[in-house]
């Protein structure tokens, strides 16, 4: 199964070999390199002793031949070191090497950059069309052309750079890796790397379904909620800094539901506890993958399925399953569909898999209709959150984090105000508000008629009676190349009694009264 790999490194080896016969040792060496790397996989998966042992004579020829070119080039020397002939023998080549290298140029170095960037494009191609099978060799040939770039390259801040998209396209390697699971890669065909149509197709939409990143939510930014904090700490961060806590029967948590009204922060808490936890975070939406699928049930298996194997090979990690009541609801009177049993039996098994395993995967769900949610789903939960309307210390908190660093003059009164204000909002409502006000600020500047010039050469709008105003638009100032020096409005309380004179809170006190009930029975707050 994994001769692809072999059979690519040998390909590679012999293009090294006939670069170095006609002198380009520039050239030779990140082909060496590629060569190296193929067979360094083939080894690891290849189960016949006697084909491994002919892979590690090869590998071990490659690899004295690549630190023989890579001493010279490091410094830039005339004479050659002495020729390994075997390496040329190994793949039945007949020519000879020179017997004195050329001396290392730039072209040489530029050969790997402009080699780097053309295979960057060709894999960033294939990866776009879902031929991850020929992206994946594509982009490790263009990683290994980055390296000898990254080597040689005096240039500070392009060698930033070039570790920046460096970083970015090995990343993107290791998700294609992991999405062909302990398989591996196809085997080639007769067409070189390849994958039927319709796998193609299933691992494209795997990747954009399965969303895999390290989040960056500040525990701070997320308003009360203590218990619940409490709770998911104790889960997710505990076991990590102090695991002699964990032993025996004393095993945390590995699986929580967070069910609340819509817009309360449910999928802001999962991501705060991912940051918070150093944790990689994979996250799937059920109403999504329903709608992408609905009455293909193979294809939702096999996503639950990657989701979980994929967030076992990058533990510590968080998964957060939003809207699962989408794919696990009740079954009615017994006429369930057959398609969802298989879906729901599919996350019963991988949730009892992080249940018993020692793999440091921690489970989220989210619902804004627990009632909904199937008993054995439910039951699969240790901890079961309630995650309610924000109060009025958590309104507060919720409208200086939006706000941010964003120039305004309200006072500790003016929030309180608006807290009285917003009873019954959510955090998503209170979020709506200040964009609204954000945005009016832009809009009122765009509609300005009079402006004035400050002490520092940057204009404010103003009234027509203040002095040093002056009639004109910010499109006038603009064209008279004023555009960078134009001060949007400081933010006032009276941006906020506008827009909160038209806007109402999006959760009904009935809904609040069935999350409650809910509580009482089956969950606690959080």
């Known amino acids: 199964m994994y001769s692809n790999f072999r059979d690519q490194g040998l390909e590679y080896a012999k293009q090294a070999v006939e670069e170095e016969n006609v002198g380009n040792y520039g050239k030779a060496f990140p082909l060496y390199m590629n060569a190296l790397e193929y067979l360094k996989a083939a080894l690891k998966y290849e189960k016949d002793p006697n084909v491994k042992e002919s892979i590690s004579q090869k590998f071990t020829l490659y690899l004295r031949r690549a630190e023989e070119i890579r001493a010279l080039l490091d410094h830039g020397g005339d004479a050659a070191p002495h020729l390994n002939s075997s390496a040329t023998a190994a793949i039945s080549s007949e020519k000879t090497v020179d017997s004195k290298y050329k001396e290392f140029s730039p072209h040489s170095f530029n050969y790997s950059k402009d080699q780097a960037i053309k295979m960057v494009k060709e894999a960033v191609q294939e990866d776009n069309a879902g031929n991850y099978a020929k992206a994946f060799p594509i982009y490790m040939e ?39 699971g302990d398989g591996g890669l196809p085997g080639t065909s007769s067409s070189g790397y390849g994958v039927d149509p319709e796998h193609a197709k299933m691992l494209t939409d795997l990747h954009y379904v399965i969303i895999k990143k390290k989040p960056d939510v500040k525990w701070i930014d997320v308003a009360g909620l203590e218990s619940a904090k409490q709770a998911l700490q104790q889960a997710a961060i505990l076991p990590l800094k102090f695991p002699q806590f964990f032993t025996g029967k004393r095993v945390p948590s590995r699986a929580f539901l967070l069910y609340g009204p819509p817009g309360t922060g449910k999928s802001y808490l999962a991501k705060a506890i991912a940051t918070e936890a150093d944790s990689t975070f994979f996250s799937i939406s059920c109403s999504d993958l329903v709608s992408k699928w609905m009455g293909e049930t193979e294809k939702l298996v096999i996503v639950l399925s990657k989701l979980f194997q994929m967030a076992c090979d990058s533990a510590p990690s968080i998964i957060l399953i939003d809207e699962i009541d989408s794919l696990c609801s009740r079954g009615g009177e017994g006429n369930e569909n057959e398609a969802f049993r298989r879906i729901k039996t599919e996350l019963l098994v991988q949730m009892q898999g992080v249940g018993h395993n020692d793999n440091k995967v921690l489970v989220l769900a989210t619902t804004n209709t627990p009632y909904a949610l199937d008993q054995a789903i439910r039951r699969q939960f240790d901890k079961r959150i309630y995650i309610p309307l924000p109060d009025s210390n958590a309104r507060q908190h919720i409208f200086k984090v939006h706000l941010g660093d964003t120039p305004n003059n309200l006072t500790e009164g003016d ?3 608006l807290t009285l204000r917003t009873e019954g909002f959510s955090g998503s409502d209170i979020s709506v508000c200040v964009k609204d006000v954000l945005s009016q600020c832009v809009r009122n500047t765009r509609d300005a008629v009079f402006f004035h010039k400050t002490s520092d050469g940057m204009w404010e709008t103003c009234g027509s009676k203040q002095p040093g105003a002056v009639e004109i638009t910010m499109k006038e100032l603009a064209a008279k190349g004023f555009a960078s020096k134009i001060l949007p409005n400081t933010i006032s309380k009276t941006g906020f009694d506008k827009v909160l004179a038209r806007q109402t809170a999006t959760v009904s006190k009935s809904d609040v009264e069935v999350h409650e009930r809910f509580t009482k029975e089956f969950g606690e707050k959080g």
């Open 142 to 180: 263009a990683l290994e052309n980055f390296k000898t770039v990254l080597k040689y390259e005096k240039n500070p801040e392009i060698k930033e750079a070039i570790t920046l998209k460096f970083n970015q396209y090995l990343c993107r390697a290791e998700e294609i890796s992991a999405l062909f």
């Open 415 to 417: 929030f309180e105000s």
